[in-house]
């Protein structure tokens, strides 16, 4: 599986962005997709997942804010993040997984203050 991600850029806090990452084949077959982030110097953390039963997951600092979806017609996993903060501030990062895990490139996020 391929991902292609895009959509990062530099925004205000409290601004919005969406994030896109397209998979090279249909999403049916993907048991979770979902975004990492990495900020600088730190690990990566899972932001949120969601698997193909419908079940979301999202870490504690961005319930509330973020909301993952999918498009099945354009094998699409999307990333609405709202009211972004600056520690929000990272390279983000989709993956899949089906079987193995799958990561697309990084899009840059920086949320200034």
């Known amino acids: 599986v391929q991902l292609q991600a895009s959509g990062g850029g530099l925004v205000q806090a409290g601004g919005s962005l969406r994030l896109s990452c397209v998979a090279s084949?249909?999403?049916?077959?993907?048991?979770?997709m979902g975004w990492y982030r990495q900020a600088p110097g730190k690990q990566r953390e899972l932001v949120a997942a969601?698997?193909?039963?419908?079940?979301?997951n999202y870490a504690d600092a961005v319930k509330g804010r973020f909301a993952i979806s999918t498009d099945n017609a354009k094998n699409t996993v999307y990333l609405q993040m709202n009211s972004l903060k600056p520690e929000d501030t990272a390279v983000y990062y989709c993956?899949?997984?089906?079987?193995?895990?799958?990561w697309g490139q990084g899009t840059e996020v920086t949320v200034s203050s």
């Open positions: 969601t698997s193909s039963g419908g079940v979301t």
């Open positions: 084949e249909s999403i049916f077959n993907i048991i979770v």
């Open positions: 993956y899949a997984s089906k079987g193995s895990i799958y």
